[in-house]
């Protein structure tokens, strides 16, 4: 796998964020964990950069198991991954790091409990919780930039000039996540933001193709070309 460093300093950064039931909706449990696996190998393949296995419901032997199994399909690619939430699965593991949420354990104290070169991410969804946490962690997903079906109509939306200023203010790379779709990529690179986090996004992608992997592929591409060549703010 690429170093730390690399990956942090590659522009567009892409990350995609599991979700098992949104893969296989009617589906029994160990398929819908299949479908987990099946998705990063793919998503790897595509040369997405970073995999956040998010699955905060499953019981730890479980989601250490999902993550071996994760990381067993990643081998040989440049992709990293990180477990949301759960340092201690992160850890035993050997996965690349740990996404925290800000309900999670308090930042400092993570980076102090974890070795060198441990990625730590973290999601924020104001400026003023992105700002104080950038100090420890290695990239932000900040959000939600735009409607998302993910969440409730009146959940807040920061808007692509929030965006727009965290990613001026802040040193780390910053994510955009929420209702980030192919239309407004161009926005997005244009708001100086690193890259994109998304869920709904990689799941349409690998429907758009005969097969997953060039779906993803594909998307990749076109974020590719949104951030060599991004439109202006209107």
Known sequence: ?????????????????TDRRRYA???????QLESVVTMVGAAASAGVDLIQVRERDL?????EALVVRCLDRIKG??????????????????????????????????????PKGFLIGYSAHDLDG???????????????????????????L?????????SRLIAVPI????????????????????????IDLFIEAGRSQENRTLGITHLV????????SPKPLV
């Open 25 to 31: 909706p009617d589906g029994s449990n160990e398929q």
């Open 77 to 114: 690619t440049s992709t990293q991954l990180v477990v949301n939430d759960r340092l201690d699965v992160a850890l035993g593991t050997g996965a690349s790091g740990v996404h925290l949420r800000e309900e999670s354990f308090n930042v400092d104290r993570v980076r102090m409990r974890t």
């Open 158 to 166: 920061l808007g692509v000039s929030a965006l727009a200023h965290a």
């Open 59 to 63: 019981s730890v032997r479980t989601l």
């Open 221 to 228: 591409d076109t974020v590719q070309q949104a951030f060599d």
């Open 1 to 17: 796998m690429t170093n730390i460093m690399g990956l942090l300093n590659h522009r567009p950064l892409l990350c995609l964020v």
């Open 175 to 198: 994510l955009a996540i929420g209702g980030v779709t192919q239309d407004v990529l161009a926005e997005v690179a244009h708001s100086g933001a690193a890259g994109i986090a998304a």
């Open 130 to 156: 992105a700002v104080a946490a950038s100090v420890y962690v290695d990239y932000i997903v900040l959000g939600t930039v735009y409607h998302s079906r993910s969440k409730p109509p009146s959940q807040k």
